[in-house]
């Protein structure tokens, strides 16, 4: 047997590194940052909120009381992890050239996190995460297209799952569990399917589809309204970009649009429901009536003398398709330019205008 390397941490924040070989660390008290180097380690985080990475190697690691996270990235060994008490949290980080195959299952009390292949490929660059205690997983998928696919997690003690997808044409699937996810697509043309408790969805830039799957979930918008492509005159003069996301399963009553006030400018939210000449002035509108088109609607908008806000977000019936969609404005009181931010493709009947409340909207 190699020779073990021993390598002790103090009572205060430590950062320590294991050698080429087989290391032994502990951290002690404090919050320490803790890397096994090429070796198969052991590491120990002890009492404290401690950072564990194994790098290369099959490594062992326990985190310990306090709220740590064990790391993993891209080309390190197969490792068996084991939090310990407090909250504690298993954070991936995949490949930056290739897509990923991720999935998540539970093998009694532990959660099994295995790559299967690279790029479809089943065995290359695979490994396995055997998870002991936990209580959340971050699994950034970086480049490539990635998926991810999450089983029941019924008593493994898992209670959230984070996924950024990066660049690439994401899958992200949790359809199967009932842990709560928030799921960042990225850019490229995403598919994220929510978990069947409460959820964050967040399609990002490129055109997604989103399935929010059971429970109460909020579907984000953020960042640049216009990045899915270059907005256009239209015939009736309003500016528009029409590359919505697709909403598969958008629930009344149930669902919220979440908005980030700071990137699309909006300070607070003044909802307002009805005809779109009855309107009084607000930034977040219902139309009843329905429109062939997102620019025949923003112009009867601009066309209600009592609205004057800015920047906002409008709903209304697509009379052509058949379905509600979501809407940006940069100006609503002055037409615009517009971006239509999604598809509710569940919501195909202009009654259900009507139903949009205030609750189905909020500020992030």
Known sequence: MAPLTLILGTVFGDNLTGTDGIDVIFGGRGNDTIAGGLGNDWLFGDSGDDFLAGDKGDDFMSGGAGND???WDDGDGSDIMSGGSDYDTIE????????DNFTLE???HRAIFTRVGLDGQTGVGSFTLTVDTAEAFDVSGDGGNDSFIIGNLGGTGIHK?????GEGDD???AQGSHVRVEAFGGSGADRLLGSQVDDLLVGGEGVDTMTGAGGRDRFLYNGNPFANGIAAATPNGIVALNRPDIITDFTLGHDQFALDGHDLGINSIHFRSGLSNQLTDGNVLVLTDGFANAA???RAIDNNQAIDAEAGVFVYFNTT???SRLVYSENLGDGGPISVL???TSLTNVGNQANFGAQSFTLV
């Open 69 to 71: 996270v064990l790391d």
């Open 321 to 323: 398709l058949g379905i």
């Open 161 to 165: 799952i984070a996924f950024d997808g």
């Open 296 to 298: 025949a609607a923003a």
């Open 92 to 99: 991936v980080d995949g490949s930056v050239t290739r897509g």
């Open 171 to 173: 899958l992200f699937d």
């Open 342 to 344: 999604a598809n509710l």
């Open 106 to 108: 539970a093998d009694g």
